[in-house]
């Protein structure tokens, strides 16, 4: 067990519903919630992971699939990471109280937002990270990442590096080196 807090989540949802067509709850209490990385394709959003990851909310949990932005800044209890069928998973169980300590952050970096990264560097991020899921398309780059305090990401604009810090309003962000915060 783990507990992360979310900072930030994925371009890609979808859902899948209960097995019982005749299941009354099968798309609210039956239904797994999906979240990953993801980039636009004209009016649509295609993984094209380079390595293909999810989080899972259920929706018997504490995870409401109308209003997922509301997920962001809570601490939730973790299955640990899991790999199944060449996917790195991660299953949300409940949502924890707000004084609650997380062990780690999810956060959701773009190159529109940190700039490029060259995932083919062994030097493109801190050993401890944990990678969940990373799409790249042409121009376009997602990365979900598990951080904790300290740990880093090069881009082409520099070196971001998650800091704990009350000044953010979800407790945590990435902090350009140089000193200026991401948007």
Not at 13 to 41: I, L, Q
Not at 158 to 168: A, K
Request: charged share 20%; aromatic share 10%; net charge positive.
């Amino acid at each position: 067990m783990m507990l992360v807090k979310i900072l930030h989540l994925g371009t890609s949802w979808w859902s899948k519903a209960g097995s019982d067509p005749n299941d009354p709850y099968r798309y609210t209490k039956r239904a797994a919630y999906f979240n990953s990385t993801g980039v636009r394709c004209g009016k649509k959003v295609r993984h094209h992971w380079l390595l293909p990851g999810v989080v899972r909310f259920n929706g018997l949990g504490d995870f409401n699939p109308n209003f997922p932005n509301r997920a962001i800044g809570q601490t939730f209890e973790c299955s640990d990471v899991t790999r199944a069928r060449g996917w790195n998973r991660l299953l949300f169980q409940r949502k924890l109280g707000t004084s609650v300590a997380p062990h780690c952050y999810l956060v959701v970096i773009s190159c529109e937002r940190c700039g490029r990264f060259d995932f083919t560097s062994k030097e493109w991020r801190s050993r401890a990270l944990v990678v969940l899921a990373v799409s790249e398309l042409r121009e376009q780059q997602e990365a979900m990442l598990l951080m904790k305090p300290g740990d880093w990401v090069r881009t082409d604009l520099g070196i971001w590096q998650l800091h704990v810090s009350e000044q953010w309003p979800n407790g945590a962000d990435l902090e350009l080196l140089s000193g200026a915060v991401a948007a």
